[in-house]
């Protein structure tokens, strides 16, 4: 049935939808009832209305030449405006632009309320005091960006371009060789925070572009977003035991961005969970730091303590840290679902030389411009001069006190050394703490 009016956004819902049973009516429809959908924001009323009698149904459309918003392009079924042919089309464009995958979700994370709090209330962030500082913003899509209607959710894998087949053994293989340098697969490439922000703009821009006027703000790990949970509620993965998003087609290596926007657009749906009675992830912690299925304290994972963490690493912990100097792998290097892990399409995030293979001592001996210099574009440069050099004196701790050979034990003694009297109080403490590895051996 044509409604003949031009509706606008802000359109009187009440007159229309009587107009809309009169017309019925005229056309033979026995005590038509009519639902018309309230404006919310952007567009609800642009999504199908059904129009529901007694014997039959039948649908409410616009207008084919009437724009899905005021001036951009029309997403039709027929002559039927359809808000999933749009959602088609972000996913095409988000490919475009490098993304792997695109869901939508509903903003009522309320669920997720009190799961959060006890989070905090336990004291698992740690330092990460910005959890804490927006309160329930994060389980708010609306509040914490008013108007906020639907989220749009994005996955891009990281694996570098030329990662083998066999990655995980690889990647394993770097803990029995203890002068080398650990860096987290993610971190060794371009900081991902630049790469997803700046492709998730140009998307929500392009969204903009075909559609008309649209309130939108992307996020990447940049705000109090519940990224993982929207993530699973917008069918990209499930939730595994250590936390982290799952997919049957690429494992967890991949990273996740958000757009919110004011307008409607349908569900993308969830997917269920398939970890079973794994335990892999909870099994290889190093520091125990998932304490149970689907919870981490946050103070005793080796991802905060090197990156998040200001100030000494807790004595007990360190020996556990190995020789991994920023970030850690292990859950995802155990969880089966990583032989699926995607490489990515970009070259973003191929390896930089300094971040794979190398030595302990070589990075080390780094001062605060050759560290500025090598870390530029990397989100390695976040954690500053200071926690680089506390971190990679722990690693030369470890590696002293497991080392056999006499030359490479007076290696590492003549690093540490060297800054022995470093300027900073933290970096004097760990290399001292590390010097006395060797008797402890």
Request: some cysteine.
């Amino acid at each position: 049935m044509w409604l003949h009016h031009g509706i606008g956004r802000a359109f009187d819902a009440a007159l229309h939808a009587q107009t809309a049973q009169q017309v019925a009516h005229e056309r033979g429809f026995a005590c038509p009832q009519v639902t018309v959908q309230g404006d919310i924001g952007i567009a609800q009323f642009r999504q199908t209305r059904q129009l529901r009698s007694k014997s039959r149904s039948v649908c409410l459309v616009l207008p084919s030449q009437y724009p899905l918003i005021g001036g951009g392009a029309s997403y039709n079924r027929g002559n039927m405006v359809c808000s999933s042919q749009l959602v088609l089309s972000i996913q095409e464009w988000a490919r475009e632009l490098g993304f792997s995958q695109i869901g939508v979700s509903g903003v009522d994370l309320s669920s997720c309320e009190d799961g959060l709090q006890q989070w905090l209330a336990q004291g698992f962030h740690g330092q990460m005091h910005y959890m804490q500082a927006h309160g329930l913003k994060r389980a708010r899509p609306a509040e914490l960006v008013p108007g906020t209607v639907s989220v749009i959710t994005a996955r891009m894998d990281y694996l570098p371009r030329s990662t083998p087949d066999e990655w995980q053994v690889v990647e394993w293989s770097r803990l029995q060789r203890p002068e080398e340098a650990i860096v987290s697969v993610y971190a060794r490439g371009r900081d991902y925070h630049k790469v997803l922000r700046s492709r998730l703009q140009k998307l929500g821009e392009r969204i903009a572009q075909e559609v008309g006027p649209l309130g939108h703000r992307a996020f990447t790990d940049s705000a109090p977003v519940m990224e993982a949970e929207l993530a699973r509620r917008s069918g990209q993965g499930w939730r595994g035991k250590h936390t982290l998003v799952l997919s049957r087609d690429a494992g967890s290596m991949f990273f996740l961005g958000e757009i919110y926007i004011d307008m409607a657009l349908p569900q993308t749906q969830p997917v269920t969970a398939h970890c079973g009675s794994c335990s892999s992830c909870m099994d290889v912690c190093p520091t125990g730091a998932i304490v149970a299925p689907y919870r981490v304290d946050a103070r005793r994972c080796i991802s905060y303590l090197t990156i998040e963490h200001d100030g000494p690493i807790p004595l007990e912990l360190r020996p556990l840290l190995a020789n991994r100097i920023y970030g850690c792998d292990d859950c995802q290097l155990a969880c089966p679902w990583n032989k699926f892990a995607q490489r990515s399409s970009l070259p973003d995030f191929d390896a930089r030389g300094a971040m794979t293979g190398s030595t302990l001592v070589q990075l080390f001996s780094w001062d605060e411009a050759t560290f500025l210099r090598c870390t530029e574009g990397s989100p390695i440069r976040r954690i500053g001069h200071v926690r680089w050099l506390r971190n990679i004196a722990v690693a030369l701790g470890n590696a002293l006190r497991t080392a056999c050979d006499t030359a490479a034990q007076q290696s590492l003694r003549n690093a540490l050394l060297e800054r022995s009297d470093d300027a900073n109080e933290v970096v004097r403490e760990h290399v001292q703490w590390a010097l006395a590895q060797s008797s402890a051996a």
